[in-house]
């Protein structure tokens, strides 16, 4: 989306934000969850991700915009989907990448962190 958005320049300054972001979210979010649990018990948590999930849904909802000028009518259907991600994962890059940069998004989690060491 942000490629739709923005020329070069412009999208990988945003790309970078947002990489940004996405690294420094998973330190943030156990100190967090962690102040919540201590002052206001295990349930906050729960409650806070429920009322922040609710506020994106309403936030993109009312914000955000579609980022292509033209819709594909195609691109929803069951068939077109399956063969997106057949030629997706059938891709040398894909499956040329090592295991630990497939799944790197996880590795970077603190609760699968925690699980693998304990």
Same mark, same amino acid.
């Given at each position: 989306?942000?490629?739709?958005?923005?020329?070069?320049?412009?999208?990988?300054?945003?790309?970078?934000?947002?990489?940004?972001?996405?690294?420094?979210?998973?330190?943030?979010?156990?100190? $967090?969850? /962690? =102040?919540?649990?201590?002052?206001?018990?295990?349930?906050? &948590? +729960? @409650?806070? $991700?429920? /009322? =922040?999930?609710?506020?994106?849904?309403?936030?993109?909802? &009312? +914000? @955000?915009?579609?980022?292509?000028?033209?819709?594909?009518?195609?691109?929803?259907?069951?068939?077109?989907?399956?063969?997106?991600?057949?030629?997706?994962?059938?891709?040398?890059?894909?499956?040329?990448?090592?295991?630990?940069?497939?799944?790197?998004?996880?590795?970077?989690?603190?609760?699968?962190?925690?699980?693998?060491?304990?």
């Amino acid at each position: 989306m942000i490629r739709d958005l923005f020329e070069r320049e412009m999208s990988a300054r945003k790309l970078s934000r947002m990489g940004t972001i996405m690294g420094i979210a998973p330190a943030i979010a156990p100190v $967090l969850g /962690g =102040y919540l649990t201590v002052h206001y018990g295990w349930y906050a &948590v +729960f @409650l806070f $991700l429920f /009322g =922040y999930g609710i506020l994106a849904m309403v936030l993109t909802t &009312v +914000f @955000l915009q579609e980022s292509l000028d033209q819709k594909d009518k195609h691109a929803t259907r069951p068939l077109q989907v399956l063969s997106n991600y057949r030629e997706l994962l059938s891709s040398l890059l894909i499956c040329s990448m090592p295991v630990p940069e497939r799944f790197a998004s996880q590795v970077s989690s603190p609760i699968f962190r925690h699980l693998h060491m304990c």
